[in-house]
């Protein structure tokens, strides 16, 4: 008997089909049968046009993945008195034209209106400027305003596939710094390929924001570009594939560790992946007290007897003090947490077993995590991944926009170690205890409470260490 298909629990693969459906009993009924033994989930249905022998309709259905929308749609063109007139993929639909647009905050009606915005009484505010540079900070944009650079080289888990390839993501990203934080954000999508061309371009159009946050930047070409950067420029550089993901990865394991009653001064955390989301959360993990962290890449340990290290995984043996070699096998065996921030499958369940009680397994590779969360739920007392199907979803959306609302809200200079360990513990106790458990260690990214949350603790925490204008 064949096997049915898994029901689908994501609007990621939406499609819409646009059917010619002759106007007899019971022919719809055909089509929900067939959308269900596809493994679609049938959505809206729209009646588009109606005459006595033909209906048409668009009906919504969202699917497993491409190819399984691509069977049902030749599957149901093969139904009795059902015509398939056309097949829209509706993430396609919905960029079409881009996501965002730049509109202005005020409007220009009238000639008065004009002399005020424009010539002549702009060239007051733009003197006072001139006489007194931390005016622009109130008088202009600067102060809401993020640019979302990416040269598009490490895009998801599509990777190298250039700067247009990447503007959706951005386009995307600008979309939640303004629906979550009320920021004004905007995607910088850079021909640039050298940390040197990297770093000129983006010192160069930095008077422009408040602050910069890199995206999807290759390693090891992002942690220099970061540095850099940071010495060069007077306001906040955060890499957010390192920092974002460091700081939702600590609020999880804080809230993880308490569920299962493990202080994290006693906890053995091994990292699979050894790329930007990697060294940036071992660095976050050893700064906020675990009391050892390993990292692991495709050949193992990142340990000291490696002569194979980029400079960046050397610096990192010793900032962590590593003094292990060996497989990510003889890592796990005996270590209380695993942090997957790498490909699919590459956890087995065996490994899993060699780990001491409690056991947390963030699976957090996306789409497909370094093991099935339904297959290691059993053997383990917390789990979570990177996907929106699981109780526990780590996304950097639950840090980035309240830690560049906070750094604004500070006119902050730069970021630190210190900030991220605030906007953490800020992440963490959104979760109150009372309500904390094995399937809730992270807020929704909207409640409403984490902004705001985190912004505060971000303010507090650059203003107490000296980074506010």
């Given at each position: ?199 000129g371009t983006v010192a160069h159009l930095a008077p422009t924001f408040g602050g ?24 906040p550089v955060f890499h957010d594939d390192q920092h974002g993901t460091a700081i ?151 840090a980035f926009p309240g830690v560049f609302r906070g750094l604004l809200d500070a ?59």
């Amino acid at each position: 008997m064949a096997t049915r298909p898994a029901p689908v629990l994501t609007s990621a693969h939406r499609i819409v089909l646009r059917l010619g459906v002759d106007n007899r009993p019971g022919r719809f009924a055909e089509v929900a049968r067939v959308i269900g033994e596809q493994g679609g989930s049938l959505g809206v249905i729209d009646l588009v046009e109606a005459t006595p022998t033909v209906h048409v309709r668009d009906v919504t259905v969202d699917m497993p993945d491409e190819q399984s929308a691509a069977r049902l749609a030749s599957a149901i063109h093969g139904l009795d008195g059902i015509e398939v007139l056309s097949v829209s993929d509706a993430a396609f639909r919905l960029h079409e034209g881009g996501k965002i647009e730049v509109r202005g905050r005020i409007s220009v009606r009238n000639k008065d209106d004009l002399s005020l915005v424009y010539t002549p009484a702009v060239a007051r505010v733009s003197s006072a400027i001139a006489q007194d540079p931390a005016k622009a900070w109130t008088l202009t944009m600067r102060g809401n305003a993020v640019a979302i650079v990416s040269n598009g080289s490490a895009v998801l888990g599509l990777g190298d596939i250039g700067p247009l390839g990447a503007l959706p993501v951005m386009e995307g990203k600008s979309l939640l710094f303004r629906d979550l934080a009320g920021i004004s954000a905007f995607p910088l999508v850079i021909d640039a390929r050298t940390v040197e061309e990297i770093v000129g371009t983006v010192a160069h159009l930095a008077p422009t924001f408040g602050g910069i946050n890199l995206e999807d930047i290759a390693a090891p070409a992002c942690f220099e570009v970061e540095r850099q950067l940071r010495a060069r420029v007077d306001i906040p550089v955060f890499h957010d594939d390192q920092h974002g993901t460091a700081i939702v990865v600590l609020a999880a394991l804080r809230n993880a560790a308490a569920v299962v009653g493990l202080p994290l001064s006693e906890t053995t955390v091994v990292i699979l992946g050894a790329g930007a989301a990697g060294i940036g959360t071992a660095r976050l993990l050893h700064r906020a007290g675990v009391a050892s962290v390993l990292v692991c890449d495709r050949r193992g340990i990142v340990g000291p007897e490696r002569t194979d290290l980029t400079q960046e995984k050397r610096m990192l043996v010793s900032e962590l003090g590593t003094t292990r070699d060996g497989s990510l096998a003889d890592a796990l065996a005996g270590a209380h947490a695993f942090i997957g921030v790498s490909g699919p499958g590459l956890l087995s369940l065996e490994a899993v077993r060699t780990m001491a009680r409690p056991r947390i397994v963030f699976a957090l590779a996306n789409p497909v995590p370094e093991i099935d969360p339904f297959l290691v739920e059993p053997e383990a007392d917390v789990v979570a991944t990177g996907r929106s199907d699981h109780p526990n979803q780590v996304n950097n959306v639950l840090a980035f926009p309240g830690v560049f609302r906070g750094l604004l809200d500070a006119h902050a200079i730069g970021v630190t170690d210190d900030v991220e360990l605030a906007a953490a513990d800020a992440l963490a106790a959104v979760v109150s205890p009372g309500l904390r458990s094995a399937e809730y260690i992270l807020p929704s990214p909207f409640d409403p409470q984490v902004v705001p949350a985190v912004a505060a603790a971000v303010t507090e925490k650059a203003r107490a260490s000296g980074l506010t204008r």
